[in-house]
Structures are given as structure tokens and as C-alpha cells.
């Protein structure tokens, strides 16, 4: 099974342009309690190296671009995020990495929880041990 589950966000356009909506428990399937974006990324500059306990969230590029590696401890896929109408539904105990930011790249996350340090695995070692257990 692919660790890449993309979820198409309807694009509600019109003459004056696009709008996309992201609905609780209906564009994504649990109750958003955060959101927060990352911008202005610097060059060759890479992010994430972690997995969460318990965290499920959607990731949207609504400007420019990334490329997402997950890894479940088995298998590790890539996946570009290019484009406002696609989100990435992320669960827990998956690695992410995010690389190849552009210079141009919002990305915008919603989260089921509120933030929580002590919900993140940041030594991947541990995460293998954990995902293994
Ligand atoms: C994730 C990927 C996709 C907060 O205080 N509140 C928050 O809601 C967040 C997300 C972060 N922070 C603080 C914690 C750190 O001092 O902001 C700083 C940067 O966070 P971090 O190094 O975890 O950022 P990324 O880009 O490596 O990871 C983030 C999310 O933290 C993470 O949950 O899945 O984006």
C-alpha cells in the first residue's frame, strides 16, 4: 500500500479566479485544531526529520512548491506537492522530510491536534524502534 495519499481539493473557480475550501471532517477527514504554514524557505534548506505519535494533518503548497519523503520504517516514497489542489493526508508514526523548497513555496498544514513537543520522534533510530515494537 502507497504511504502517498493525496487528496484532490476541489478547486471552486470562477471568471474572478479559484478559491479552494478545506472543510472539518469532510475535505479532511478529522477536526482541525491547528494550522500553520512554513515560508521563505533558504536555499538548500531541508525540514521535518521526524514522525509523530499521534497527528494526522493535511500539507497544501498554496504557492510554489516541495517534495515530501515519507517512510513508515519499511518503505520510504516521494511525492511532489506543485500545486494549491493537492493535499497530502499525512497519519501518525510516518517520517516526513520535506526537501527542494522553492523559493516561491507556502505550505500551509492543518493539524488534529494542538501543538505538542513531546508527540514528536525526532532520532529516526528511535522512530525505527518504536514503528518495529
Ligand atoms: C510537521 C512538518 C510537516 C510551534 O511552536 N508550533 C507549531 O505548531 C509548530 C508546527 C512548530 N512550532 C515550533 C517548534 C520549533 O521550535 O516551531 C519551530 C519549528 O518547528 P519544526 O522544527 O518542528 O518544523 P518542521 O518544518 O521541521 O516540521 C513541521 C511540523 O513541526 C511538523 O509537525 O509534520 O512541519
Known sequence: MSLINLIELPVLGD???SLVSIEANNTVPFDIKRAYYIF???DNVARGFHAHKNLK???VCVSGQCRFE????LQRESVLLDSPAKGLFIVDMVWREMHDFSKDCVLIVFASEHYDEADYIRDYEDFLEQVKS
Open 70 to 73: 515519507l517512510d513508515n520504517g
Open 40 to 42: 521563505n524557505t533558504k
Open 15 to 17: 471568471a474572478r479566479g
Open 57 to 59: 494533518q493535511l500539507a
